[in-house]
């Protein structure tokens, strides 16, 4: 069987990808289509999550094991077959490919076309431009440079203490005995 997916992005409300892809084949393939068609690079961590009708997500499909200690089953995307999570059209999935900004695709199951097969995956038609791939996550800095006065001529003595070493404010650090120390 051949599924059909939709692939958009909020942040780019003109940008979709269609993407046919054998029912059999890893959720591996289908990343490596999506990000090849969107020209990001494959080398970053990424996941689909399994959603439900209302976008809530449920099930994860990681790119690597992240060692959790979770009861929940792992999903990884070069061991999951698309057809072991994704069964029936209208089903719903996130991509997060951008993990620090938690930036991600939604797909749909658009059509399911049952006897047949696909060799390879496909990006069928691709529409708009994708949102960048990396976010701006920086704050700008000011334009204007800001001058700090560095000299200590004016810091009051009294606040900070005198600048000579006392040794005998210090006490006698031998009087604490061994079995004070736990």
Known sequence: ?????????EEAANFKLEIVIDSSDT???????ILE?????????????ICDEDWVKEKEVTYVDMGSDSDEDIWLMDETNLD???????QKMKFVFDYLNERYFYIVLIDTLPKKSL??????????????EN?????????????????????DEE??????????EL????????????
Request: hydrophobic share 35%; glycine share 8%.
């Open 1 to 9: 069987m051949v599924y059909k997916f939709l692939v958009g992005s």
């Open 159 to 168: 606040f900070y203490g005198e600048t000579e070493f006392n040794e005998d």
């Open 171 to 182: 006490g006698d650090l031998g009087e604490f005995a061994d079995e004070d120390i736990q």
């Open 27 to 33: 959720f591996m393939r289908l990343r490596n289509v």
């Open 119 to 132: 060799h390879d995956p496909l990006c069928q038609r691709k529409e708009g431009r994708p949102p960048k």
């Open 135 to 155: 976010a701006d996550v920086f704050i700008e800095q000011p334009k204007q440079a800001v001058k700090i006065d560095t000299s200590l001529d004016e810091i």
């Open 84 to 90: 072991e999570l994704i069964e029936e059209e209208g």
């Open 37 to 49: 068609a969107a020209g990001y690079d494959k080398g970053q961590i990424d996941s689909f999550y």
